[in-house]
């Protein structure tokens, strides 16, 4: 009889216990913010397959709110479509969303996100990014390599005297830029050019560059352990391929290790500082514990992958999209140039648009700044996950765990933000007022902000900066007869690049042996 009580009793109260937690479950679901029905399994992925996930998203906000729920599989994603839904994951609740969800990509690539772009939020990733800010991004390492910018550029130009086509003159403006961004980066990394004059034309050489783009492409794929973790790893092509990729990758860094630690042994080594690799090497010859080989690898592989993506492919991309717009819109690039030859003076036909001439350039800069807004290189930026439930964002509740994306292509386009006439593109708007794209803001945030902010933004600034000013100053550019520039198409991939690659016409303005 006792018996019969106490199995009773404990069934109410399994019972009772299985309903409450239901029922504290239905409340929680119910305090997550909007967002459309998912299918079983997958959730909401087969929402991003037939068109760029942006604008997918950007239709689904338009309809469910500036912050949205959604399922990857089983991966709880919460997206963020306006500045102040924006503002309330990168700044008011910035600590609690400052990591990284796990990716393949940090994984394999990168030996297990021991970098800055990838690592969880912690130790281990402070110290990472004390490195970039402190060591390897400053203002002083970045004037170090004024010189190099410059003579990129002007080679660069000098390029442009020959077309790509002798026929009709036409030059390959894409192709052009991405060797010149390519270059500054491997330059700055690893002090070898790999484009043009004096550039690296050995066999290792051209296996790098085969590794960096089949890093772009594989990154851009889909892992499927990625949303499915229950997946058997093995099966997956993109991981099979990632780690053929990071294999070739990391033995190629521990040649150019090997090289540069002879080179510091022998005959330089009162002036071994020359590259970010060498700085490196220096820190851990200075006795830090955090950067042995393997983590040297690391730090380059993400150096190489983010600045060659955010400061390579990013920068490239946004100078096309900023040249695109310039073109097809001739009084912006007249009023450009008019500016440059005020700031140059009365001989501006024999100089070049050099750095410190940059801070005058006020409406080159709101180009540069417009470009960004409109045509933001990255439309999606790289996910960050919540290491704690938070219940006050806009009045909803995103648990612990949850992947957050930040739709700044969405942002952007915020005609309550930018007004009626957001679409266009329009320099102005910057003029007169301190709106910025550096982070403070929240209209635009095109590197990020925050913690996790790009720590690479005013290397691609400056580079940006300094490259459009000489393409419109040094040169009389028009489209080929028959072609038309269209800024309205867009062609989704690891960046957001103009559909159809810009081809135009280069007439110099400046006089003979100035370039």
Known sequence: MA??????????????????????????????????????????????????????LQRLSARHGPIMSLRFGHVPVVVASSPAAAKEFLKTHDAAFASRPPSAAGRIIVHYNADIVFAPYGDSWRHLRKIATLELLTARRIDMFRGARMEEVKSMCRSLLVADDCETGIVDV???????????????????RYFGKDAENDEGARKFLEVIAGTFEVCGEFPIGDYFPWFPKFLDPAERRMHFLAKSLHKFLSDNITEHENRRNNSEKNNTDKD?????????????????NKNIISVMTVRRKNLVTAGTDTSA???????????????????????IELVLGEKWRTKMVEEPDLSQLTYLQAIVKETLRL????????????TEAVSNVMGY???RG????????????????WGDDALLFRPERFLGTDLDIRGRDFEAVPFGSGRRQCPGMALALTTVHLTLANLLHGFEWREPSGESIDTSKEQYGLALLLAKKLRLIATPRLEQGTL
């Open 375 to 386: 045509h933001p290189a990255v439309p999606l930026l790289v996910p960050h996950q919540s």
């Open 3 to 56: 018996s019969d009580f106490v199995l009773v009793v404990a069934a109410a109260l399994s019972i009772t216990a299985v309903l409450w937690k239901l029922w504290r479950s239905r409340i929680k679901s119910s305090l997550l913010p909007p967002g459309p029905i998912g299918l079983p399994l997958i959730g909401h992925l087969h929402l991003l397959f037939a068109n760029p996930p942006h604008t997918v």
């Open 317 to 339: 991309v946004t100078l096309e999209w900023a040249m695109a717009e310039s073109i097809k819109n001739p009084t912006i690039a007249a009023k450009a140039r008019e500016e």
């Open 276 to 292: 970010f690799l060498d700085i490196l090497l220096s820190l851990r010859d200075n006795g830090d514990e955090h950067l042995q």
């Open 174 to 192: 894409r192709g052009r830029l991405t060797a010149l961004t390519f270059n500054l980066i491997t330059f700055m990394l690893m002090g070898k």
């Open 402 to 417: 949850t992947t957050v994306l930040i739709n700044a292509y969405t942002i952007a386009r915020d005609s309550t933000a």
């Open 397 to 399: 509740h995103v648990p």
